[in-house]
C-alpha cells in the first residue's frame, strides 16, 4: 500500500449536537434581543464567575471567555489580538483577552456569522468578575468598563490553595454577599433567596450530569473525547443554573450511556487513551482530533473540561458552598494538590500518557512549567509529552512541530506496549 | 554493475540537507547521498535515493522496502512508509550505541533530546519550541550576518583564545550582540565561538543529559569542535557515530528491515 492511503480515522459524531446548537442558538439570541430593547439587564461575567447570584437577581448573563474561545475557534483571533496589543496590551497576556478587545474595536463579532441578525455583542449593564482563573480577566472587564462606562464588580480570590479551609470560604462569601446590593440596584430586582437556592439546584444539576458525561470516558473504549468536550461544555458555561442546561445534558449522558451499553467507540479501534492537561488550541481543534483519530488515539479527559464541575454547590446554604466550589477549583489550587489531582483522573480514566500543553498566554492554565510533567511521570510510571502553543493566537503554534512531537509520542507508546 | 542482494533503503527529508541511505540485511551502510533539501522535498529525495542506489551497486528493483522519516517525509513518493525523526534517530544511534543513551541531534530547524532504556526503547524526548535558537538555522544566520562560509566556522571556532558571551535566546537580539561585539572590536573567531557556546546552552538547557550522551545530526557532522565544547562543558566524554548526518535515514532504514523483513 503506498504512502498515506491509509483509511483514516474520524471521531465519531454526537447526535445531541443538534439539540444543544439550538439551546446555545436560543440564548445568543435572548441576549441578542435584550440588548437591543434594554427589556432585561445583562451582565457579563467571567466563566467561573458568580454567574447564579446573577441569574438570581434577573440579569441574562454573557460570558466574554466564551466569546474569546469563538474567535479562537473561528481562527479569527489572530486577526484581531494585534489591534488589542498596539494600544498597549502585551501579545504575551492572554490572548482572549486581546482577540475580544480587538474584535470590539473592529467592531466585530463571531456571532454575526453564527447567528443572523446579531451584529454585536450584547452591551453590558454591570461587569462582574472573579480572579479564579487569572488576573488578566479583572484587566479585561476593567478596560470595557473605562470603555462602555459600565460599572465593574468583582471578588478577588486565594491562589496557591493547598487546603481549603474556612477562612477561605469565609472571605469570599462574604465578598459575594457585598455583591448582591450594588447588583440589585443595577438589575432593579430585590434579592430573593429562594431564588437564588432554586438556581443554584439548577446549577449543581448540570454540574453532576457534566460530570457524568465527562466520566463516560472512563469506559473502553471511550464513547467520547476531549475534543467533544470542549464543544459539549457549552452550556455548563454560558447556561449553568437554568433548567435547559439540565435538560441537555440528560440527552447527551443518555446518547454516551447508549453508546457504552452497544460498544461504539468515539474513535474506532482505540489504541491509546490519553490525558490532556491545559488550554485547547481553539484554532486548530479539528486539526488536533483528526491528528489523534487518525493515530487511533483518543484523548479522552482533561483538567479544562472538569473545571465546570462543582459538586460543593448546596442549594441550602448558598453564599458558603459557592464560595466553597470556587475556591476549590483546580486553578487556584497549589502544585502538589494538582499533581495529585491529575494523578487521580489519570487513574479513573486508564489513560496510556498525559499531554501537556504549554499554552505561551496562559500561565495559569499551563501546568508543566514547574516541572509538574517530571513529577507526574515518576509518581505514575507513564509518559508525558508538552507542546507548546496557545489558546488563541496561532502566531505562536507551529503546526509541524506539534505533528512530529505527537506522531512522535505515539510511536513511542506503541514501541514499550 | 549493479548486485542484486536485498537493500533497505532510509529517506530523511530535513529541513535542510535530504539524505538517503541503503543497507543490507546485515546493516552494512552500502550507499548513501546527501543533498539540500530546497523546495521539491519529493524530487530531491529521488535524486538521493539514485545516488545512494549507484554508490552501493544496486538497482532499484533490489529494494525491499523504504522508510522516509523528516519535516518532509510525506512527500517522499516511493516510500512504503513514514516514521518521525525521533523515531528514527533513536534506532540509527542505538545501532551504534546499545545501551542507555542520552541522543543530543542538533539540525538545521531543530535540535531534539532523547532518552533511550537498554533495549533502545524511548523513555522520552524534547523537541526544540519553534524558535531558531541553537540550531543549524542560527549559525546558517549568523554565517550570512559574518559573511563567513558556514563550512569555515569551525576551524575558526578552534582559534579563538578569549569567547565572547551572547546572552541572548532570540537570533534576531543575538545579531545584534554580534554587530556589537564586531563594533568593540572584538575577534571573528572569539564571536564564533560565542555562537558556539551559545547554541550548546540552548540544547542543554532542554532536558538533563542522564546516561551517556551521544551527538548526531548535520550540524555536530561539520563542526566537530560543537562536541569537543561540549564535552567539556558537562565534563563527560560524548559519543559520535561515524555518520552523524545519516543517523536518521539509518535509523529509518532499519524499520525499513524490521518492517519488510
Known amino acids: 500500500m503506498a504512502m498515506n492511503e491509509q483509511k483514516k480515522t474520524v471521531r465519531k459524531k454526537i447526535e445531541a449536537t443538534g439539540v444543544m446548537n439550538r439551546i ?34 434577573g440579569f441574562l448573563v454573557h460570558f466574554p471567555e466564551n466569546h474569546g474561545a469563538m474567535l479562537g475557534s473561528t481562527r479569527l483571533a489572530t486577526d484581531f489580538i494585534p489591534e488589542a496589543n498596539a494600544i498597549g496590551y ?3 497576556i492572554c490572548s482572549y483577552l486581546t482577540a475580544d478587545i480587538g474584535a470590539f474595536l473592529k467592531g466585530v463579532t463571531p456571532l454575526s456569522k453564527a447567528y443572523k441578525g446579531i451584529e454585536k455583542v450584547p452591551k453590558p449593564d454591570v461587569l462582574v468578575f472573579n480572579t479564579n482563573q487569572c488576573r488578566d480577566v479583572q484587566d479585561w472587564f476593567s478596560w470595557y468598563a473605562r470603555k462602555l462606562k459600565v460599572p465593574i464588580l468583582g471578588i478577588t480570590t486565594h491562589c496557591g490553595v493547598n487546603e481549603v479551609t474556612e477562612a477561605h470560604v469565609d472571605s469570599i462569601a462574604r465578598q459575594m454577599k457585598q455583591l448582591i446590593e450594588p447588583l440589585s440596584e443595577i438589575s432593579g430586582k430585590k434579592f430573593d433567596m429562594d431564588e437564588m437556592k432554586q438556581v443554584l439546584a439548577l446549577s449543581r444539576e448540570c454540574s453532576d450530569l457534566w460530570k457524568k458525561v465527562l466520566d463516560t470516558a472512563s469506559a473502553v473504549p471511550s464513547p467520547i473525547t476531549f475534543f467533544d468536550g470542549t464543544i459539549h461544555m457549552g452550556p455548563a458555561v454560558v447556561l449553568r443554573g437554568t433548567r435547559q442546561a439540565v435538560d441537555y445534558y440528560q440527552v447527551l449522558l443518555t446518547e454516551l450511556r447508549e453508546r457504552i451499553k452497544n460498544g461504539v467507540a468515539a474513535i474506532e479501534n482505540e489504541k491509546f487513551r490519553l490525558y490532556w492537561d491545559g488550554m485547547p488550541v ?14 487511533q488515539t483518543n484523548v479522552l479527559a482533561s483538567t479544562y473540561c472538569n473545571s465546570w464541575i462543582f459538586s460543593a454547590f448546596e442549594p441550602e446554604d448558598p453564599f458558603n458552598s459557592m464560595a466553597r466550589a470556587y475556591t476549590e477549583l483546580f486553578i487556584v489550587r497549589s502544585d502538589p494538590f494538582k499533581e495529585i489531582y491529575i494523578k487521580t483522573m489519570m487513574d479513573f480514566f486508564k489513560v496510556d500518557g498525559i499531554i501537556f500543553h504549554d499554552a505561551k498566554t496562559c500561565p495559569n492554565n499551563s501546568n508543566c512549567r514547574y516541572g509538574m510533567p517530571q513529577r507526574i511521570e515518576a509518581a505514575t510510571g507513564l509518559p508525558s509529552l508538552v507542546i507548546n502553543g496557545d489558546l488563541n493566537d496561532l502566531r505562536l503554534v507551529s503546526d509541524e512541530q506539534t505533528k512530529t512531537n505527537i506522531e512522535a509520542f505515539i510511536e513511542q507508546l506503541e514501541e514499550n506496549r | 554493475m549493479t548486485s542484486s542482494i536485498p537493500v533497505f533503503v ?33 524530487l530531491v529525495a529521488d535524486h538521493c535515493l539514485t545516488a545512494s542506489l549507484e554508490m552501493a551497486g544496486v538497482s532499484k528493483n533490489s529494494i525491499v522496502k523504504t522508510i522516509s522519516t523528516g519535516y518532509g517525509r510525506k512527500n517522499v513518493s516511493f516510500a512504503q512508509e513514514n516514521k518521525t525523526e525521533i523515531g528514527c534517530h533513536s534506532k540509527g544511534c542505538f545501532l551504534y550505541f546499545p545501551r542507555p543513551i542520552t541522543i543530543i541531534d542538533i539540525g538545521g530547524q531543530d535540535n531534539k533530546i532523547i532518552k533511550l532504556d537498554e533495549k533502545g526503547r524511548r523513555t522520552g524526548f524534547k523537541m526544540n519550541r519553534k524558535c531558531a535558537a541553537g540550531t543549524g538555522a542560527f549559525l546558517e544566520e549568523m554565517s550570512l550576518r559574518l559573511n563567513i562560509p558556514i563550512e569555515e566556522m569551525d576551524a575558526l571556532a578552534r582559534q579563538s583564545e578569549d569567547m565572547v558571551k551572547l546572552g541572548s535566546f532570540c537570533t534576531v537580539f543575538s545579531a545584534t550582540e554580534v554587530l556589537e561585539n564586531i563594533r568593540q572590536g572584538k575577534k571573528v573567531t572569539d564571536i564564533i565561538k560565542g555562537l558556539f557556546f551559545s547554541v550548546i546552552k540552548r540544547v542543554l538547557e532542554m532536558d538533563a543529559l542522564t546516561e551517556q550522551v551521544v551527538m548526531t545530526g548535520g550540524v555536530v557532522a561539520h563542526n566537530s569542535f560543537l562536541v569537543t565544547m561540549t564535552e567539556e562543558i558537562i565534563g563527560r566524554r560524548i559519543l559520535v557515530p561515524e555518520y552523524p548526518q545519516l543517523t536518521g535515514a539509518i535509523g529509518a532504514a532499519l524499520y525499513a528491515m524490521e518492517e519488510g523483513g
Open chain 1, 24 to 57: 446555545m442558538s436560543d440564548y445568543f439570541y435572548q441576549l441578542d434581543q435584550a440588548s437591543k430593547t434594554g427589556e432585561q439587564k445583562i451582565a457579563w461575567c467571567t466563566s467561573v464567575g458568580p454567574a447564579e447570584i446573577l441569574r438570581a437577581l
Open chain 1, 90 to 92: 502585551s501579545p504575551d
Open chain 1, 282 to 295: 481553539w484554532g486548530r481543534l479539528s486539526a488536533h482530533s483528526n491528528l489523534f483519530a487518525e493515530l
Open chain 2, 10 to 42: 532510509g529517506v530523511d527529508v530535513g529541513a535542510s540537507r535530504a539524505k538517503a541511505v541503503v543497507l543490507d540485511r546485515d546493516r552494512h551502510l552500502l550507499g548513501f547521498a546527501v543533498e539540500k533539501s530546497g523546495t521539491d522535498f519529493t
